[in-house]
């Protein structure tokens, strides 16, 4: 359709130069051509609608893999927030607060 817009004028400036040049032959003046409508033959309707349907299609496909794209980033940094984490625990646990925790579990199991 857009592509069919984007050319009427062009198809109809054709058409009116090869009208006035045939009248002229003629001998008739055309003072004005009016076009209603220009009607397409059914073939390149149906090429122009199967053209703008796969431009929507690759359309949908780019939306879907910058979708994807975005999710992906959203994990990774998910991910490396959570890796930071476990660093940050894993410095601060040493042995001696690992043998403190085991001594009270100890006592705990002890007093039950």
């Known amino acids: ?3 069919y817009a984007s ?7 054709k058409i009116e130069v090869s009208t006035e040049e045939i009248l ?11 076009f209603r409508s220009i ?5 390149i309707k149906v090429s ?12 949908k496909y780019d939306y879907l893999i910058q979708k ?17 984490a ?3 625990l894993s410095a601060s646990i040493t042995a001696n607060i690992l043998k403190e925790k085991g001594i009270s579990a100890t006592e705990e199991l002890a007093k039950s």
């Open 39 to 43: 009607k397409l033959p059914e073939t």
């Open 24 to 34: 002229r032959n003629n001998h008739i003046e055309l003072k004005a051509l009016l």
């Open 1 to 3: 359709e857009e592509l």
């Open 7 to 13: 050319k009427r004028q062009e198809i109809e400036s």
């Open 86 to 88: 476990n660093r940050i």
């Open 68 to 84: 994807e794209s975005k999710e992906a980033e959203r994990r990774r940094i998910d991910a490396e927030g959570k890796a930071a």
């Open 48 to 59: 122009i609608e199967q053209k703008l349907a796969a431009e929507q299609e690759a359309q």
